[in-house]
């Protein structure tokens, strides 16, 4: 098993900036994947960014140049910086983690980021 916890989030006004972060614990092994999904009530989960090493990111075309994803994997934390936000960014958002051998997948709790029109 694997904890995801999550912390970040809450309330900028469009073109500001926030920070999530996710600290996972228990069972992780490698070769792992950890991502940032997101989701809009009524829709399907989404794919913001992902990283399987420090080298090795990819991000949704809306955010590209915007958002940018980091992981410690000594510590096995994973952050979300997200720079110029839009109203469109409104979401709750979700670590993930997945091992890549097994496919085995874990969600954080959800945060949720509001950018007000």
């Known amino acids: 098993q694997v904890q995801l916890v999550e912390s970040g989030g809450g309330l900028v006004q469009p073109g500001g900036s926030l920070r999530l972060s996710c600290a996972a614990s228990g069972s992780i092994f490698s070769p792992n994947v950890m991502a940032w999904y997101r989701q809009a009530p009524g829709k399907e989960r989404e794919l913001v960014a992902s990283s399987r090493g420090s080298d090795r990111t990819n991000y949704a075309d809306s955010v590209k140049g915007r958002f940018t994803i980091s992981r410690d994997s000594a510590k096995n934390t994973v952050s979300l910086q997200m720079n110029s936000l839009k109203t469109e960014d409104t979401d709750v958002y979700y670590c993930?983690?997945?091992?890549?051998?097994?496919?085995?997948?874990?969600w954080g709790q959800g945060n949720q980021v509001t950018v007000p029109s």
């Open positions: 993930n983690y997945r091992f890549q051998l097994s496919n085995d997948v874990y």
